[in-house]
Structure formats: C-alpha cells, structure tokens
C-alpha cells in the first residue's frame, strides 16, 4: 500500500507539471488560436533566468523569481510580434511551424550563450521532504500542485467570469467581429502572450530544482502537457490540469506495475487512446464548442 | 617559349587549386565527430579540448611525418542521425588519414557500418563490448570495453564488498544494454543471480517506479549503467529521497563530474568504475595538469588525448597513411603508457583490459584499486 501511495504522489507531482507546462498552452489556444510549441522554450528561459539571478548574482530565490517572471512577460511580447503577428493571417499552420522554428532558435541561442552543461538549483525550500506513514512527501512537488491548482482557479475565473476574459475568447473566435466591437485585438493578443510566457516560465523554475536546468529540460515535458492538453480536452482549463494529472499518474503507474521501459508510450498510448475512442477529450474541445 | 593567351588564362585558373591542393597536403588530417550540441554537448567539450591538447603537443615536437597536424570536427548534435550526417561529411574529405570517434556506443553502431565501408582507422570510447567484435576491422577503442567494467564491478561486489543480492538498474540504449549483458554472465560465473534487472529509457524526469523497484527488491547492492548524468543524478537524488541506502557501485557516470555537480551529496559513498583516474598513473596526472593549466577545469576523460597520441604513433610507426599498414601499427602497439592505462591492443582493436574502481568521499574521488585482466 505504502508503494502505491508513493507512486500516487510522485505520479500527482509529474503531473502536476505536465498541467502547469499545459496551462500555457491552453491559454494561447483560447486566446489566440495558437498552438505554441515554443512552450517548452519559455520554461527553459524562466529556469535559466533564475539561475542568471540566483547561482550567479545571488539575489534573492524569491525575488529572483519575481524579477523572471517579469521578464518572461516581456519576452511573451516579443515573442508575438516576432514568430505570430507576421503570419497572423495565414490561418493556424504557418504560425505552428513559426513557434517550431522559434523554439529551435531559442534553444540553439541559450546553447550558444550559457553552454551545454546542465546547472542544478535549490528548491523553493530547504528541505527536501518529509515522511508520513512511509510516503516520501516531496516539498518542490508540493509547491508545485498548490501553484498549479491555485493558477487554474485563477485562469478559469479569468476566462469565465471576467470581461477581460471575455475579451480575449471574443479576439480569438473572430477578431474583426472583436475589433467591431471595440475590443483592442492586438491588446489582448500581447496579454495573452506574455501571461503564458510568464506562466511558462514559472513552471521552468518550479521543476528546475527536479529535473536540473538544462537546453533539453523542457522538451520532453511539453510534449507530454501537450498530448495532456489534447486527453483533457483541447483549449480546456479544467481539462488541463486533469489531463496532466491522469497522465502522470498512469505513465507512473503503468511504469512501475507494467514496464519501466515503456513509461513514455504509457502517455502516448493513452494520447490515442483518446484520439480514437473520445477525441473531444475529457472535458470536451472548447474551440469545436465555440465554432 | 612561347606561352599562347588561351594557356596562360588556363595556367592562371589552375594555379591557385593547384597551391589550394599543395597547402591542403600540407597537413596530416584527422577527422573527429564530437557531440558539440545536445545533450551530451558536455564532455563532448571536454573531449574536444583533450584532443587539441594532444594536436598542439604532438605539432611542438614536430608533428607526425614532418608535417602538423589538422583537426576536422563535425557535430554530432549528440544524436545517431547528426553523427552519420557528420561522418559521411567527413568521410568525402580523401585527405582524412584517421578518425577519432564517439564515446557512446549507441552513435558508435550507428556510424559504424559506414566506417567499415571507408576503410580507415577510427579510434573511439564507446564501451559497448560488441563493437570490436562484429568483423569491422576499423574500430579501435581506447577505454576498456564494459565487459571489463561488468568484471569489475561483479569482482568488487561479491569479493571486496561481499554483498551477493545485487539489484542493476540500466539504460535500455546500446550502452546500458551493452553493460548488463555484460554484467549478468559474470555475476553467473560467481554463482549470484540478481534479485532485480531493471531497464529504463533515456531522459526521465522522474525515477520514481524504478526507485521502488530497487527498495522493494530486498537487494544489499546495487549496481548500475546510467547513460545520461542528468538521469543518474534524478535517479540518486530520488534514491536517497526514498530512503534506499543500499551500496552502490556504478558505470563511471556515477562519478563524472557533471553528475556530481548535480546530484551533489546524494552520490556520496557510491563506488564507482572509472577508466580515467587523475592520480592512477604518471600519464593521467600530466594530462590533468596540463588540461587545467589551459581550461582552469579538471577533465573526466582522457580517451580521445590517448586516441590521437596513439593513431599517430601508429602513422609515425608504420611511416605511411595507408589505412591498412596505420591498422597493423596499431594493433603491434604494446604496453603504451596512456592517460587511461596500459595500451595492450588485442585482435579486437580492444587497447586497455581493466578498470579502476574509486569511490565519491564528500565529493573528492578517491582512487581504490585497479584490476587488470589479461585472458
């Protein structure tokens, strides 16, 4: 029993990531009609922000973050001016292979700037854990299961009970009927983008004590927050964060009870799965509901 | 004379490939592929600066045959895709006299088709014991191969440690692969069957299933062949984190400094194998000297310093870059005194036969033994 529960947390914490990394994605979608793949880049850039404050110029942790968060959300700006608002009108593929092309562009220059080698930081606390009942109760996944939960309620009152939020769905669903309205669409658009570069980057400093900050960190990660964006219901909040959690737990526990080996296909088996039996996803596509 | 105004515009165009060709001879060309971007971009700058260590002491005294020597690098971008596409590169340039390879075993078999077909010398590190043995003439390894390493550890298991319940956590890649098929007929030979064989796939963010696995296997020894030291560092990290505090001796990634950086204090007290031991031999000391003198940092290998001191060694020996008389040089070189140990080369193209084993004392490696086998 004890195992299962410490597979279960472990499970809670991976996916918990994957929800994080998968909010951002949800957000762009929603917002903007955009599916990024430089998501992954974005926690990359937060991690290695922290560590230029951090390890190297030893500012405060929490300020440190704060300060990365903040420049995130700049980035997210530049970002959009650069890789989406020049094919804005080429319908959703030309930007997809834009964000592609960005993300392998922000790697290479992070290469090319810090190097190769992986850095390892501390954690938003000093110690690791604690134990209760044999179940290793690790503080850096606990933290991040509370930020996840906490960022999802806020995205979800956001989007669903704000006229900010209702702005930013209106730009998405048809932005010149938005732009009639008096919507600012290009506005919106720019808050969206640096609200998820920000989120991204955030959750690139909250796994990098885990899984150490590196180029690559990333990568594996949002393809998983994507293919849980895809289980959860494509665009959806609630969908996000369950999806990532159902994906974390069950590529733990099919790892562990079934194949380690095979861990990542768990997730992708699962990916679909879905896409064959139910490909609205758990919650249903948000975007298909709104056309 | 007299020279017409057609040849001399034809002398004219022909002259500068003509010196072009003449400069191009000029030096003795070794091709390397090295992984300088991805995720193994860090020793594979570390192999680089070896290398042109060893190019810069053999150019000071008098290069190989009187003339420089020329490094060629191309990226492997730490994949088997990027190291064909690399090698195929530099397989066109016909200049290239000899290659120094990969030290993942897993690009090594990728490649390694395309080096039989050339013909021409490739010394590399990759571990994997199957390498040297699947007819290419071409490979020659300068670390000695896991099944020595697989000896090593089963040898210090069972007779210094004497712990016979050994669980082995490994890649599922070529290397990892390579390691436990090495690993498991020896600990047969020594009558110990492993109470856990656990496999795992490369670049996990969590090691948690297999952390388990090892706690509830009841084993008083683990053993393991990690390929990437971002995963030995989350796997050890997670270890200690679950209460495991079973020994451990490990494949040298255990010990590499960019897993140590990383997993910090989780990786204090394992044991490990290490081809490469600065205080280990005369050799490795110097190296490490004149490797620090230059990069302010220790290197964790001294394969690809060895591989080029040997490779023209054998060119000087054989006093031709014919690939054929290069590959009988190095195969009649015995008892070579380098970074990594004693140069023995067998028919294989194996050129070290032991391993040291050295342990992680609050982050300072210390050396333990060394253990040679010569059948």
Redesign the interface.
């Known amino acids: 029993m004890t195992?299962f529960l410490?597979?279960l947390f472990?499970?809670l914490?991976?996916g918990a990531?994957y929800a994080l990394v998968s909010l951002g994605f949800v957000l762009l979608i929603r917002a903007a009609s955009v599916v990024n793949f430089g998501q992954g880049e974005f926690s990359m850039l937060g991690a290695y922000l922290l560590v230029i404050f951090f390890n190297i110029f030893g500012i405060n942790y929490y300020l440190g973050m704060a300060l990365s968060v903040v420049i995130m959300a700049g980035f997210g700006v530049i970002f959009a001016y650069t890789t989406y608002w020049p094919l804005r009108f080429r319908g959703g593929l030309p930007v997809i292979i834009s964000t592609i092309g960005a993300s392998i562009f922000l790697e290479?220059m992070v290469?090319v700037l810090y190097?190769?080698?992986?850095v390892?930081i501390d954690g938003l606390f000093e110690s690791?854990?604690f134990?209760i009942g044999g179940v290793?109760l690790?503080t850096q996944y606990l933290a991040i299961i509370v930020i996840a939960t906490i960022l999802v309620v806020f995205q979800y009152l956001v989007f669903e009970k704000t006229l900010l939020g209702k702005k930013l769905q209106a730009t998405s669903q048809d932005k010149e009927m938005a732009s009639l309205l008096g919507i600012p669409v290009v506005f919106m658009i720019l808050i969206t983008f640096a609200y998820s570069s920000a989120m991204g980057g955030l959750a690139g400093m909250l796994?990098a004590p885990?899984?150490?900050v590196?180029v690559?960190m990333a990568?594996?990660?949002a393809l998983k927050a994507f293919a849980a964006n895809i289980i959860g219901g494509y665009g959806s909040i609630p969908g996000a964060i369950l999806g990532g959690l159902a994906l974390g737990v069950i590529e733990?526990m099919g790892?562990?009870y079934i194949s380690?080996?095979?861990?990542?296909a768990f997730a992708f088996a699962m990916l679909l799965a879905f896409l064959m039996v139910r490909p609205q996803g758990m919650f249903g596509e948000k975007i298909s509901e709104k056309a | 004379m007299i020279l017409t105004r057609r040849a001399a515009l034809v002398t004219a165009a022909v002259t500068p490939f003509a010196i072009g060709r003449a400069r191009a001879a000029d030096t003795l060309k070794i091709g390397v592929i090295a992984p300088l971007t991805g995720v193994v971009a860090e020793p594979g700058r570390i192999q680089l600066n070896s290398l042109r260590l060893a190019a810069a002491k053999i150019n000071a005294a008098g290069g190989v045959m009187g003339k420089p020597v020329e490094l060629l690098v191309e990226d492997d971008a730490s994949s088997n895709p990027g190291a064909v596409l690399a090698f195929s590169r530099l397989a066109q340039n016909q200049d290239i006299v000899g290659f120094i390879g990969s030290i993942r075993s897993t690009v090594m078999n990728a490649m390694a088709p395309d080096m039989l077909k050339l013909g021409k010398p490739v010394m590399f590190g990759g571990t994997d014991p199957t390498l040297t043995h699947q007819g290419n003439p071409w490979l020659f390894r300068c670390r000695p191969n896991d099944s020595y390493s697989a000896r090593v550890i089963a040898d210090f298991c069972v007779n210094s440690l004497k712990l016979k319940k050994v669980a082995l956590v490994h890649s599922t890649d070529a290397f990892g692969t390579g390691g436990k098929n090495a690993l498991l007929p020896n600990l047969a030979k020594m009558g110990v069957e492993p109470v856990l064989v656990q496999g795992y796939a490369n670049n996990q963010p969590d090691f948690t299933p297999v952390v388990q696995a090892v706690k509830q296997s009841g084993a008083d020894v683990l053993t393991s062949y990690f390929t990437n030291e971002p995963d030995c560092a989350i796997f050890a990290r997670q270890l200690r984190q679950l209460g495991v505090r079973t020994p451990w001796v490990g494949s040298p990634s255990v010990q590499s400094p960019v897993t140590r950086g990383l997993a910090k204090n989780a990786l204090y007290g394992t044991y490990a194998v290490a081809d490469f031991v600065e205080d280990s031999n005369p050799q490795a000391l110097s190296f490490a000297n004149d490797y620090r003198a230059a990069h302010k940092e220790s290197p964790d290998s001294g394969w690809t310093y060895d591989g080029l001191m040997i490779l023209t060694k054998a060119i000087t020996d054989a006093k031709s870059t014919d690939p054929t008389k290069i590959r009988a040089a190095i195969l009649a070189i015995k008892k070579y005194a380098g970074t990594e140990g004693e140069y023995n080369f067998d028919a294989n193209g194996d050129g070290l036969h032991g391993y040291n084993i050295v342990v992680n004392n609050n982050d300072k490696i210390e050396y333990k033994q060394h253990i040679e086998f010569t059948d």
């Open positions: 195992n410490q597979l472990n499970g914490g991976i990531i290479n290469l190097g190769p080698s992986s390892a690791d854990g134990e290793f690790a796994v885990l899984l150490f590196s690559n990568g594996i990660i733990t790892a562990s380690v080996p095979y861990k990542d």
